[in-house]
């Protein structure tokens, strides 16, 4: 009974910028943490960013050039992605910690992803 539903993957070039969203829809009761993962062909799904109350992390490899931000009123992630490169080619995926009302009074938090989103950059 939650989705989570990204947008904004496509084509780019190498330099170039892209914005990806994220909504969280459904019976949600609160949303503890959001974030970006990614996983090019062949490699490992791999952490991008994240953000909670009071804390944002980056992976090493985006934090000077990849923002995230989030607007809880819509319950929406965002990741700006500004100076891409072509390595940054890869399905994008949305993860939120998520505790869906089914789970009150205990408030168990539960994972969530959404179904991901292509993103090619060309040089």
């Known amino acids: 009974q939650v989705q989570l539903v990204e947008s904004g993957g496509g084509l780019a070039q190498a330099g170039g910028s892209l914005r990806l969203s994220c909504v969280a829809s459904?019976?949600?009761?609160?949303?503890?943490?959001m974030g970006w993962y990614r996983q090019a062909p062949g490699k490992q799904r791999e952490l991008l960013a994240t953000?909670?109350?009071?804390?944002?992390n980056y992976a090493e490899s985006v934090k000077d050039r990849f923002t995230i931000s989030r607007d809880n009123a819509k319950n929406t992630v965002y990741l700006q992605m500004n100076s891409l490169k072509p390595e940054d080619t890869a399905v994008y995926y949305c993860?939120?910690?998520?505790?869906?009302?089914?789970?009150?009074?205990?408030?168990?938090?539960?994972?969530?992803w959404g179904q991901g989103t292509q993103v090619t950059v060309s040089s």
């Open positions: 953000t909670s109350v009071g804390s944002t």
């Open positions: 993860n939120a910690l998520i505790v869906p009302r089914s789970s009150l009074p205990q408030r168990r938090e539960y994972d969530y």
């Open positions: 459904g019976n949600i009761f609160s949303i503890n943490a």
